[in-house]
């Protein structure tokens, strides 16, 4: 009897040995969970937008005509950006070219955990078709750098090239290069219920050497985001801009006619 308890106990313990090893080799060959990708530091968008007409600080680049406006941007996780846009621009607004591409690039953060924040970098204004003033280029290159504080931002650029071609030979009045211009604005934007955004805007351009060059312009503005079949990204509004202090006899276009009116500009786009 003791010989026949033996060999039922070292049974049980063969059989559990057994279905011990049998789990262990199941478990052994399934395969391991493949590890989640990690984020990556970099985000890629793109926008595009039809305007009722391309008015930058006040002036309007289209002659009142319609616009179509796009472009893309790479922001970094640290802050950093890069960005290319562009629009159509009326052929008499600017001597003669149909196409800005704007190229900036910068870097962004915040002080802290804090609501304010810091923008430094530079934005360079570029016409492909290369048509000039009295052979000097409009393309012009300014650095800028921007604080902000919750809905507030104040952002001061400042033109390390000649202001769109102005110097000395475009304009034979002898009164200098126009690098040095600069131009300061304050911005508000406030999100109401229901995704409506109220912005507002104010700035000063003051053209190096030039004092009938020099005018302030306003903004008011609301748009509105939406969604289209579940599509987000959509937003719509309009925008009234007005100057003071713009000379009409300077700010107008090949034909004589005035840019710096008021303007009116009902838009829609989307961002991707």
């Known amino acids: 009897m003791k010989h026949a308890r033996l060999s039922l106990v070292t049974a049980a313990l063969l059989g559990a040995l057994t279905a011990s090893h049998a789990y262990a080799a199941d478990e052994a060959a399934a395969p391991a969970a493949a590890p989640a990708e990690p984020a990556s530091d970099f985000t890629l968008s793109s926008n595009i937008g039809f305007f009722g007409q391309y008015v930058f600080r006040g002036i309007t680049y289209t002659n009142e005509q319609p616009a179509i406006q796009g472009g893309f941007d790479l ?3 640290s802050g950093a950006y890069l960005g290319v846009w562009g ?18 690039g910068g870097y962004a953060n915040t002080f802290g955990q804090s609501d304010f924040g810091y923008d ?5 204004f570029y016409y492909p078709n290369n048509e000039k003033l009295v052979t000097e280029s409009a393309n012009t290159l300014e650095l800028n750098a921007a604080l902000k504080y919750k809905w507030f931002t104040v952002k001061y650029s400042y033109a390390v090239t000649d202001f769109f071609g102005i110097n000395n030979k475009s304009m034979g009045d002898g009164k200098g290069d126009s690098d040095g211009s600069d131009y300061i604005e304050l911005n508000f934007n406030y999100t109401f219920p229901m995704a409506i955004n109220l912005v507002l805007h104010a700035g000063h351009q003051r053209v190096e050497g ?3 060059g020099d005018y302030s312009d306003y903004l008011i503005g609301i748009n509105k985001d939406f969604s289209i079949a579940n599509s987000d990204g959509w937003n719509v509004g309009v925008n009234y801009t007005t100057t ?15 840019t710096s009116d008021d303007h009116v500009i009902l838009f829609l786009k989307r961002t991707f």
């Open 244 to 258: 003071s202090g713009a000379d009409n006899n300077w700010y107008v276009d090949a034909r004589g006619r005035t």
């Open 210 to 212: 030039r004092s009938m």
């Open 87 to 104: 629009t159509n621009v009326d052929k008499d607004a600017l001597y003669g070219n149909t196409l800005e591409v704007d190229l900036y």
């Open 75 to 77: 922001a970094h996780s």
């Open 120 to 124: 430094v970098g530079f934005l360079y």
